[in-house]
């Protein structure tokens, strides 16, 4: 069973950063790959990014193309994702999730493990 724990969330202006890490307890990190979804209020989870187990292919939603970028670090066995130039519509609970497969996923029904979410409120 794979923990993940967000952290990172807070309240930021319109036009600051911020930079999310998702820590896992699983000491097979470097074979999973992570993705990091949102869900604002009133609206389903949606895709945000996705790294694979390698770091080699990162996966981005249009919204946030340009101004997010994921990354991860084997070694501590912990996912990014840092958010610049963020929007009051970016405000959402930020949720990091696992999936130990083959490919790198974007749909939320693929992944298999998930963290509790940190919120971020982007103020205008």
């Known amino acids: 069973q794979v923990q993940l724990e967000e952290s990172g969330g807070g309240l930021v202006q319109a036009g600051g950063s911020l930079t999310l890490s998702c820590a896992a307890s699983e000491r097979a990190f470097s074979v999973l790959h992570m993705g990091w979804f949102r869900q604002a209020p009133g609206k389903e989870r949606e895709f945000v990014a996705a790294?694979?187990?390698?770091?080699?292919?990162?996966l981005y939603a249009d919204s946030v193309k340009g101004r997010f970028t994921i990354s991860r670090d084997n070694t501590k066995s912990t996912s990014y994702l840092q958010m610049n130039n963020l929007k009051p519509e970016d405000t959402a609970v930020y949720y990091c999730?696992?999936?130990?497969?083959?490919?790198?996923?974007?749909?939320?029904?693929?992944?298999?493990?998930w963290g509790q979410g940190t919120q971020v409120t982007v103020s205008s």
């Open positions: 790294i694979s187990w390698g770091g080699t292919k990162t």
């Open positions: 999730a696992a999936y130990p497969g083959g490919d790198t996923p974007t749909r939320e029904y693929e992944y298999d493990y």
